[in-house]
């Protein structure tokens, strides 16, 4: 089992940057594979983007493509989501996720089996 603690959301302004952490305890984090998904007020939750065990892959939703990265360290038993360019649909609760099995390349919410307790991000228009 895993938990998770996310970390780094606040209130920023349009064009900015921000960079969510979210750190695992337990054992074996290097063994998971690692989502991003976020939920705005009144809607359902969206993947984010997932990165693969190693690190090496990482995949997106096309509504972040090219203005968020996923990056881990397993040392350190961190995911992060560097997140530039922000805009007002941006704004929601960011969650990370952990699964034990499958794919990376999967932006199916059901399939992971451990989640954070969210951290806001706001982006005022």
């Known amino acids: 089992q895993v938990q998770l603690v996310e970390s780094g959301g606040g209130l920023v302004q349009a064009g900015d940057s921000l960079r969510l952490s979210c750190a695992a305890s337990?054992?074996?984090?290097?063994?998971?594979?690692m989502g991003w998904f976020r939920q705005a007020p009144g809607k359902e939750r969206e993947f984010v983007g997932a990165i693969s065990r190693s690190g090496l892959s990482t995949y997106y939703a096309d509504s972040v493509k090219g203005r968020f990265t996923i990056s881990r360290d397993n040392a350190k038993n961190t995911v992060y989501l560097q997140m530039n360019s922000l805009k007002p649909e941006d704004t929601a609760v960011y969650y990370c996720?952990?699964?034990?099995?499958?794919?990376?390349?999967?932006?199916?919410?059901?399939?992971?089996?451990?989640w954070g307790q969210g951290t806001q991000v706001t982006v005022p228009s």
């Open positions: 337990g054992r074996s984090f290097s063994t998971y594979i």
């Open positions: 996720a952990a699964k034990i099995s499958g794919t990376y390349y999967d932006s199916h919410s059901g399939r992971y089996d451990y």
